[in-house]
């Protein structure tokens, strides 16, 4: 939901949401661009204030932070080439020997490969741009990532003919906020409903 422009600046969902938060707050938003897997790190170490970027709301994180939302709804997506798409429609078609796939470090991406794909071949990358890079040089068949991540990959490699799927689980995105302040979550709660609305 997050993405750079050509000349380095933040764009998408998540930054928009960001800068309407900030200025309902009336305080400036400052977009910092964390690897995934040290989002969580960061946060929990006072370095950021809130987690806006694409983030599953699980069970497993819930335990270390808090979170305010859904503000999306989003699910897992197989990215592959258009020639070989038709062979993977399901987390069960990925759960081969046979089936090479990548998946992003720290994403929820990499716990489904690793709970439900333990007979496929996974190579755990560290970002979405190096598991798209397997793809397109041919070492993976597959990209396990959230759709909306998939989607956008598709679009910034056009000339490599790479699909999406529809998304195969259900999976409610949310802001996250270390420690557990009842009055900014009351806040965020509300400010999403009024955006809702």
């Given at each position: 939901l997050t993405a750079k422009k050509k000349d380095g600046?933040?764009?998408?969902?998540?930054?928009?949401?960001?800068?309407?938060?900030?200025?309902?707050?009336?305080?400036?938003?400052?977009?910092?661009f964390i690897p995934f897997a040290e989002l969580l790190g960061s946060l929990q170490a006072?370095?950021?204030?809130?987690?806006?970027?694409?983030?599953?709301?699980?069970?497993?994180r819930n335990l270390q932070v808090v979170f305010v939302g859904p503000y999306f709804?989003?699910?897992?997506?197989v990215l592959t080439t258009?020639?070989?798409?038709?062979?993977?429609?399901?987390?069960?078609?990925?759960?081969k020997p046979d089936v090479p796939l990548a998946v992003p470090a720290g994403?929820?991406?990499?716990m489904?490969?690793?709970?439900?794909?333990s007979k496929a071949s996974v190579t755990v990358t560290k970002n979405m741009d190096d598991a798209v890079n397997l793809l397109v040089a041919g070492k993976v068949k597959v990209v396990l990532s959230d759709a909306v991540?998939?989607?956008?990959?598709?679009?910034?490699?056009?000339?490599?003919?790479?699909?999406?799927?529809?998304?195969?689980?259900?999976?409610?995105?949310?802001?996250?906020?270390?420690?557990n302040d009842p009055h900014l979550t009351n806040w965020l709660e509300n400010f999403l409903m009024l955006l809702k609305g």
């Open positions: 600046k933040p764009m998408g969902l998540d930054v928009d949401l960001a800068n309407l938060i900030a200025d309902a707050m009336g305080v400036k938003a400052k977009i910092v006072g370095k950021i204030d809130m987690i806006i970027s694409n983030m599953t709301m699980t069970p497993k709804m989003s699910g897992q997506a258009k020639s070989a798409s038709a062979s993977f429609q399901s987390l069960a078609s990925l759960n994403t929820t991406s990499a489904i490969a690793k709970e439900r794909l991540t998939s989607a956008l990959a598709t679009g910034r490699y056009k000339d490599k003919n790479l699909i999406s799927s529809d998304p195969l689980t259900f999976e409610p995105i949310g802001i996250a906020i270390a420690g």
